[in-house]
């Protein structure tokens, strides 16, 4: 009994043996051709764990053509765009490309500098699916920057297409969320005289442009001061984390009480004042909630910024105050008129060129200059 049950032992250990021998022997082929294909030490990572690599059953060339590869590169590409923007030495071709993809971007935007606070940032056109899909391409094929030239057209067009359908959801989420308003009222005890104007709410086809419209990243939760400074906070290295896709919804509607009581101060219409037509008018306020050694002086967007993060939940109190109490040396305005302040710059500075440059008697926003949102 005893040499039958060590025989049957004997004969499964060998078994087991055999097809971990096997299943090493496929893993081992399949990397080989990966290898073979462009694929990297990280491609092979992705799918080291994958079904179809972790089995003993012997790899058959018309197997591995039809049903195994095209499973794997999905895995793969997956993968690939994913870790995009990770730089890892490993994936250096792919780093290589983003850079290129990024340069092509600064380019452009030098030919249309007037256009670019509508513009997203960079990272944002890596991942519009034309330029993803030339970065993502395995290591031995090359893309170089005569591949983007060939594209420019297309990668335009799918720009400007991403942009405005970012710009249409922006506008949805802020019809859907309009309520929100009502709460960010009431935060300042307005709900009386704001009450009945609800209804009747500026619905028309720019209302994500008021200045009451914040919306919040739902990839990094960043309050983001306007829609222009949505689209251009996504995906961005420093401020957001960036996604493997643009894929879904980014933001929600998440006006601020700091907003309407800014608008407020300033006499201005909560219901039809724009973020343009509230630059234009470049007041500065006090925050009346620091009570630190340090207090917070700023244009509008620093102010709603401010009181998120230090001020939560309590009711914003600002006030207005001259310029020469202003510390915010904002260095984000270009000209609207030509492309001489690519890369933003003080207000002063170009409206002073407005004036001598276009003959512009009184600069105003947006016709003559622009704030680029960070
Ligand atoms: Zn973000
Ligand atoms: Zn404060
Ligand atoms: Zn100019």
Not at 185 to 201: D, I, M, N, Q, S
Not at 251 to 277: K, Q, Y
Not at 296 to 324: L, M, N, Q
Request: aromatic share 8%; charged share 25%.
């Amino acid at each position: 009994m005893a040499l039958a049950t060590a025989a049957k032992k004997w004969m499964d250990d060998r078994a087991e043996r055999k097809k971990a021998e096997d299943t090493d022997r496929r893993v081992a082929t399949i990397q080989h051709k990966l290898l073979a294909t462009g694929c990297n030490l990280h491609d092979i990572d992705a799918i080291s764990g994958h079904h179809l690599v972790k089995t003993c059953a012997p790899l058959k060339e018309l197997d591995w053509a039809y049903h195994v590869l095209p499973q794997l590169k999905v895995v793969i590409d997956e993968d690939r765009r994913a870790r995009m923007f990770e730089g890892h030495l490993l994936d250096h071709v792919m780093t290589y490309r983003v850079t290129l993809v990024k340069s092509f971007f600064y380019n452009l935007l030098s030919s249309v500098a007037s256009k670019r606070r509508d513009l997203p940032d960079p990272q944002t056109v890596c991942l519009l699916p034309i330029c993803a899909d030339l970065i993502i391409l395995p290591d031995n094929i090359p893309v170089t920057e005569q591949t983007l030239i060939i594209n420019r057209a297309a990668i335009v067009r799918d720009l400007r297409a991403w942009v405005q359908e970012e710009r249409r959801r922006l506008f949805e989420a802020f019809v859907e969320g309009r309520h929100r308003l009502v709460v960010a009222a009431v935060g300042l005890g307005l709900l009386k005289e704001f009450l009945p104007l609800v209804t009747g709410w500026c619905l028309n086809n720019a209302c994500h442009e008021l200045a009451v419209a914040q919306f919040t990243c739902q990839q990094c939760g960043t309050l983001c001061p306007s829609a222009r400074g949505a689209i251009r906070h996504l995906n961005n290295a420093y401020f957001c984390k960036p996604s493997a896709d643009l894929a879904g919804k980014k933001f929600t509607f998440t006006p601020t009480s700091t907003a309407i009581h800014l608008l407020i101060l300033c006499g201005l219409s909560v219901m039809t004042t724009t973020a343009d037509h509230l630059d234009q008018y470049d007041t500065s306020f006090k925050c009346l909630n620091c009570y630190t050694d340090y207090v917070h002086v700023g244009k509008w967007r620093t102010c709603i910024d401010h009181h998120d993060r230090y001020h939560g939940a309590t009711v914003p109190r600002f006030e207005p105050v001259t310029k020469s109490e202003d510390r915010n040396e904002s260095r984000h305005w270009a000209c609207a008129r030509c492309s001489v302040f690519y890369s933003g710059t003080r207000r002063e500075v170009v409206e002073l060129h407005a004036k001598e440059l276009h003959g512009v008697k009184r600069p105003r926003v947006p016709g003559d200059l622009v704030y680029i949102e960070q």
